[in-house]
């Protein structure tokens, strides 16, 4: 019997594989944009003070829109999509003007409060650098306006099925630093990092308005619209769940400058290394699928809506399990062909390749956990992935408050990738538990996934290991070269072992790789 996942299986597919080259796109500029701050100003503690500035503003951005695009947005403008075209820009419209107004009397707080906002939330640092991290909340708080209306457009864009330019939303983001820092640091020093972050959200939202040309929006008050309401009701779980992120991510930040001055600037250059494969699998995919599951959950069609889902989560393992592999085992030179220019040290270096080890154990965790609480968005049920998520939370500072003594800043590392794991094991029991989902195609599919991962690493550690002891000289090009060459044989033998192991996912990959440049 043929399901009707198999018929919007290939959709997903081909809407991931989209949204997946616009997250290359974003990847490939987010290292640029890391390399740039990396070369003009090192680990220094300017960057450490910009890195707890831009955790703050992200989280913020994220309690204000950015947590109810997946969440809320995209259900429930999909449903007005299918039904109401107009009523959709209606409830656009009243939404838009409401966050304008919220984000404005935020942004008036930030700027006039962001001195004793520094002295609570960098603690560790001097008074001298408390100064330099207000600074950064003042300049960097305009960009809220920027990314809060984006996120509002991009909801719109993805319940269309309109991928072409949202998918480049991130990366034109990045552009904005990658652009800005080397034009302003002679007159701006680190503070054209704040300037930054101000043009790539204004770049961002400029970037989405061709694919909104027939879209009416206007300035409205309508705040009675039963849409919004309907948003506030999925959205409460989810911003319960996101100020008790945002609490442990503030937590985070104030506990890392403890660790030492420059332990922001390593966790957020490792972390930037694993945001790539997370982007370019887990959030294409996952987007990607959002629609079609909340079609599927509102008919519904609950067969189709399993058999999606299934395919979806192996998807993201079969993709996410060799990249983790492969950071782990190439994680310094990847770290030395990324930041280690210009003001970015060797001991630099080494500290963050710590760090991603350490995060790259939970990589794949954190990327199966993307569909699971999606699979749960489409059905608008924000409620369960909230609890999960606070739980997790709880999980976070027993690990990282027992290791940040022994370990320092690895140990809130291995605080962040525990959360992960617990995240991710007790969404995957919940789903099975309330939708039946069938673990048996999945779980057919991990050990040969594993057994392909594992190998891969195996020839990856040996080859870079050859490479490096009697082959290479020292220096930049060698680094390059032990990464391509290493990456390289273990694609190869990824692919290979997962033809002969029977993996469907490469088959599906290939076939819309041909149907794309078949396309005129």
Same mark, same amino acid.
């Given at each position: 019997m043929l399901h009707n996942g198999d018929k919007t299986s290939p959709g997903i597919v081909r809407s991931a594989a989209l949204l997946s080259l616009g997250n290359v796109s974003s990847r490939v500029l987010g290292l640029v944009r890391e390399q740039v701050i990396s070369y003009f100003f090192g680990a220094s503690v300017y960057v450490s003070s910009f890195r707890l500035s831009d955790r703050v503003f992200r989280l913020l951005y994220d309690l204000i829109v950015?947590?109810?695009?997946?969440?809320a947005l995209v259900p429930v403008f999909s449903e007005y999509a299918e039904k109401d075209r107009e009523d959709l820009w209606r409830l656009a419209s009243a939404l838009l003007t409401l966050i304008?107004?919220?984000?404005?009397?935020?942004?008036?707080?930030?700027?006039?409060?962001?001195?004793p906002l520094a002295r609570l939330l960098a603690a560790g640092q001097t008074p001298a650098e408390q100064l330099v991290t207000a600074r950064f909340f003042r300049l960097?708080?305009?960009?809220?306006?920027?990314?809060?209306?984006?996120?509002?457009?991009?909801?719109?864009?993805?319940?269309?099925?309109?991928?072409?330019?949202?998918?480049?939303?991130?990366?034109?983001?990045?552009?904005?630093?990658?652009?800005?820092?080397?034009l302003l640091v002679g007159r701006f020093d680190a503070f054209s990092l704040a300037l930054g972050v101000v043009l790539g959200g204004l770049f961002q939202l400029l970037i989405l308005l061709p694919d909104l040309r027939d879209v009416r929006l206007r300035v409205s008050f309508y705040w009675r619209h039963p849409g919004l309401r309907h948003i506030a009701v999925l959205y409460f779980p989810v911003a319960i769940s996101l100020l008790v992120g945002m609490a442990q991510g503030l937590f985070d930040g104030?506990?890392?400058?403890?660790?030492?001055?420059?332990?922001?600037?390593?966790?957020?250059?490792?972390?930037?290394?694993?945001?790539?494969?997370?982007?370019?699998?887990?959030?294409?995919?996952?987007?990607a699928a959002l629609p079609t599951l909340s079609r599927l959950a509102t008919y519904p069609d609950l067969?189709?809506?399993?058999?999606?889902?299934?395919?979806?989560?192996?998807?993201?393992?079969?993709?996410? @399990?060799? =990249?983790?592999?492969?950071?782990?085992? *190439? $994680?310094?030179?990847?770290?030395? !062909? +990324?930041?280690?220019?210009?003001?970015?040290?060797?001991?630099?270096?080494?500290a963050t390749a710590r760090a991603l080890r350490v995060y790259a154990v939970g990589l794949t965790f954190a990327a199966v956990d993307w569909p699971l609480n999606y699979a749960y968005y489409a059905r608008q049920n924000t409620l369960t992935p909230t609890l999960v998520g606070i739980a997790a939370v709880g999980v976070y500072l027993v690990v990282a408050l027992s290791l940040m003594g022994p370990l320092g800043m690895i140990g809130l590392v291995w605080g962040d990738t525990a959360k992960h794991f617990s995240h991710a094991l007790m969404m995957t029991l919940l789903t099975r538990r309330d939708v039946r989902l069938s673990l048996r195609e999945f779980g057919d599919a991990v050990p040969r996934i594993a057994v392909a991962a594992l190998s891969m690493g195996l020839i990856v550690w040996q080859v870079s290991d050859? @490479?490096? =002891?009697?082959?290479?000289?020292?220096? *930049? $090009?060698?680094?390059?070269?032990? !990464? +391509?060459?290493?990456?390289?044989?273990?694609?190869?033998?990824?692919?290979?072992?997962?033809?002969?192991?029977?993996?469907?996912?490469?088959?599906?990959?290939?076939?819309?790789?041909?149907?794309?440049?078949?396309?005129p």
């Amino acid at each position: 019997m043929l399901h009707n996942g198999d018929k919007t299986s290939p959709g997903i597919v081909r809407s991931a594989a989209l949204l997946s080259l616009g997250n290359v796109s974003s990847r490939v500029l987010g290292l640029v944009r890391e390399q740039v701050i990396s070369y003009f100003f090192g680990a220094s503690v300017y960057v450490s003070s910009f890195r707890l500035s831009d955790r703050v503003f992200r989280l913020l951005y994220d309690l204000i829109v950015g947590g109810m695009l997946s969440g809320a947005l995209v259900p429930v403008f999909s449903e007005y999509a299918e039904k109401d075209r107009e009523d959709l820009w209606r409830l656009a419209s009243a939404l838009l003007t409401l966050i304008a107004l919220l984000v404005a009397a935020l942004v008036l707080s930030i700027e006039i409060a962001a001195v004793p906002l520094a002295r609570l939330l960098a603690a560790g640092q001097t008074p001298a650098e408390q100064l330099v991290t207000a600074r950064f909340f003042r300049l960097m708080a305009p960009a809220l306006f920027f990314l809060s209306f984006s996120s509002v457009l991009l909801a719109i864009l993805y319940a269309l099925k309109r991928f072409r330019f949202a998918a480049l939303a991130t990366a034109v983001y990045n552009l904005g630093i990658v652009i800005g820092v080397p034009l302003l640091v002679g007159r701006f020093d680190a503070f054209s990092l704040a300037l930054g972050v101000v043009l790539g959200g204004l770049f961002q939202l400029l970037i989405l308005l061709p694919d909104l040309r027939d879209v009416r929006l206007r300035v409205s008050f309508y705040w009675r619209h039963p849409g919004l309401r309907h948003i506030a009701v999925l959205y409460f779980p989810v911003a319960i769940s996101l100020l008790v992120g945002m609490a442990q991510g503030l937590f985070d930040g104030r506990l890392a400058t403890f660790t030492g001055p420059s332990s922001l600037a390593y966790m957020a250059n490792a972390t930037t290394l694993v945001q790539f494969p997370l982007g370019l699998v887990a959030m294409a995919v996952s987007y990607a699928a959002l629609p079609t599951l909340s079609r599927l959950a509102t008919y519904p069609d609950l067969a189709a809506y399993r058999h999606t889902l299934t395919r979806v989560l192996r998807l993201v393992l079969y993709l996410s @399990l060799p =990249a983790a592999v492969g950071l782990f085992v *190439l $994680a310094e030179p990847i770290v030395k !062909v +990324v930041f280690e220019h210009g003001m970015f040290t060797p001991a630099d270096t080494v500290a963050t390749a710590r760090a991603l080890r350490v995060y790259a154990v939970g990589l794949t965790f954190a990327a199966v956990d993307w569909p699971l609480n999606y699979a749960y968005y489409a059905r608008q049920n924000t409620l369960t992935p909230t609890l999960v998520g606070i739980a997790a939370v709880g999980v976070y500072l027993v690990v990282a408050l027992s290791l940040m003594g022994p370990l320092g800043m690895i140990g809130l590392v291995w605080g962040d990738t525990a959360k992960h794991f617990s995240h991710a094991l007790m969404m995957t029991l919940l789903t099975r538990r309330d939708v039946r989902l069938s673990l048996r195609e999945f779980g057919d599919a991990v050990p040969r996934i594993a057994v392909a991962a594992l190998s891969m690493g195996l020839i990856v550690w040996q080859v870079s290991d050859a @490479l490096a =002891a009697r082959l290479l000289p020292q220096g *930049l $090009a060698g680094e390059v070269t032990i !990464v +391509v060459i290493a990456a390289a044989a273990g694609a190869a033998t990824y692919l290979g072992l997962s033809a002969l192991l029977g993996l469907e996912e490469p088959r599906a990959l290939l076939a819309e790789l041909k149907r794309r440049r078949s396309t005129p």
